[in-house]
């Protein structure tokens, strides 16, 4: 089993994402996801990273090339940073948490979508009315999903999701745990994940 915490607003969360999907067929592993919001493990546990971009400039600028550097690897395309960054997610997160409740795959293609959206269109997922554009643009009724994410029961297992985070050490997104208690952040671990998975499957 493999556990991905998530959030659409972070680049990082994107290429994390696709990565650790083969990676998971590679060993027959299941995928948990569990959508968060980074804005609140940031407030609560690392907020050093609202001191880089303000007061750090040298480490944004290289931040930007190597964003570039992951996306021309992973053959993606990130604007960055959007003409909104960061970016308010959590609607699109609470949508996030409806899917993940009803089928896996739909979670996959929204989050990819959302990710498409934001990263590689500059589209703004703050926005209801683009988050109802995405749903229907992928057969459902996007109107009716945003309302039923706004849900005070959705917007309590957002935030449970992000406390579970804090709880158990996450700091920010990606971060990966194997079989519960082996952590893993960042998508540039996903190499130390894979040995891992080498050591279990032996």
């Not at 996030?96 to 089928?103: G, I, N, P, T, W």
């Amino acid at each position: 089993m493999i556990e991905v915490y998530l959030d659409c607003a972070s680049p990082w969360a994107y290429f994390g994402f696709e990565g650790v999907q083969p990676l998971a067929a590679e060993y027959g592993e299941t995928l948990i996801w569990r959508p968060v919001l980074v804005g609140g493990i940031f407030n609560a546990v690392n907020s050093s990273v609202y001191h880089v971009r303000e007061h750090v400039p040298a480490k944004m600028a290289y931040n930007a090339k190597d964003i570039q550097d992951w996306a021309r690897n992973t053959g993606k395309v990130v604007n960055f940073p959007p003409s909104i960054f960061p970016v308010n997610s959590a609607a699109a997160m609470r949508v996030s948490m409806v899917l993940a409740e009803h089928d896996a795959k739909d979670f996959v293609a929204w989050i990819r979508a959302v990710y498409e959206a934001y990263w590689s269109q500059d589209q703004d997922i703050a926005d209801p009315a683009v988050l109802a554009g995405i749903a229907d643009s992928l057969g459902w009724e996007g109107v009716h999903l945003v309302e039923r994410a706004n849900a005070p029961k959705v917007r309590t297992g957002l935030r449970a999701n992000t406390d579970e985070a804090i709880a158990r050490g996450v700091f920010g997104v990606p971060t990966f745990f194997l079989d519960e208690d082996d952590m893993y952040f960042g998508a540039d671990r996903l190499p130390n994940l894979k040995h891992a998975l080498l050591r279990k499957h032996g």
